[in-house]
């Protein structure tokens, strides 16, 4: 075997050993993506499906739960493609089809949960930002236009407030019932403070006025609650005065 073909050999065996290497490396890649990204839809979908289920029915509307529907649809279509054989994702996608096609039929099943504290607000306002991520995502991905992302965004950003005025209605309803009026004053100047902070106030125009109106209802209490503890104290003073001064004469006396 001459020079020149032996030379040809160790050439074309180091090539289709980098060969070899490269197409191996290229499907290595080809896996490792397409693990990112099933767990990304997988991640998305749970996410979807927490917030359908667990954002409180006084927030949930047929709207919503159609738009978390077709996300949900289209998250499963994806997962399909890269998992052609999983019949039970193929279940799941039909399952999805006969729910979308309702439109805003569809039927909500999400029960009233009231916000009375911080721990609940806090739990929802999550959900928010949540179901905030999840449209962003949809919308840089195709899976929701971006005129509708939008009008999204602000709806989302609407129920946050809604989630506020809920949480300081309730705690100040609930100190005045408790006859706390310091605790209610609070919560709606609170109330006020926050509802002036945002940058269109007119959706809020009649939370605002009641809540002015409970701020004048807690400081009347809260005035009438102080001038009945000053009476009460100036009472027992002039009483132990009194009980003072006859233990004075008393003590004259038998002196």
Same mark, same amino acid.
């Given at each position: ?23 191996? !490396?290229?499907?290595? /890649? ?6 990112? !990204? ?16 667990? @954002? ?12 978390? /529907?077709?996300? !949900? ?15 039970? @994702? ?6 999805? !089809? ?78 005045? %019932?408790?006859?706390? =009026? ?15 902070? %945002? =940058?269109? %106030?007119? =959706? ?26 000053? %009476? ?24």
């Amino acid at each position: 075997m001459s020079p020149v073909v032996m030379t040809a050999l160790i050439a074309g065996g180091i090539f289709l050993l980098m060969l070899l290497a490269y197409a191996k !490396q290229a499907i290595e /890649s080809s896996k490792l993506e397409k693990a990112r !990204q099933r767990a990304d839809l997988q991640d998305r979908l749970r996410r979807s499906q927490e917030i359908s289920e667990r @954002l409180p029915g006084q927030l949930m509307t047929a709207k919503l739960k159609l738009l978390l /529907s077709r996300l !949900q649809l289209q998250l499963t279509e994806r997962l399909l493609t890269l998992d052609k054989h999983n019949d039970s @994702l193929r279940q799941d996608v039909q399952a999805l !089809q006969a729910l979308v096609a309702q439109g805003e039929s569809i039927v909500v099943n999400n029960q009233p949960s009231p916000i009375g504290d911080e721990n609940k607000a806090k739990e929802v306002r999550f959900l928010l930002e949540s179901l905030h991520t999840l449209i962003s995502t949809a919308g840089r991905n195709d899976l929701l236009p971006l005129n509708e992302a939008k009008l999204w965004t602000r709806q989302i950003r609407h129920m946050a407030v809604l989630v506020h005025i809920e949480l300081f209605s309730t705690l100040g309803r609930r100190a005045l %019932q408790q006859e706390q =009026p310091a605790q209610a004053r609070l919560a709606f100047e609170r109330a006020i403070q926050f509802l002036r902070k %945002q =940058p269109d %106030q007119s =959706p809020y125009q009649a939370h605002l006025s009641r809540f002015e109106q409970q701020l004048q209802k807690a400081s009347a209490m809260l005035l009438n609650q102080t001038s009945q503890a000053t %009476q009460n104290s100036e009472l027992n003073e002039g009483l132990k005065s009194l009980e003072d001064e006859g233990d004075w004469k008393k003590k004259n006396i038998y002196d």
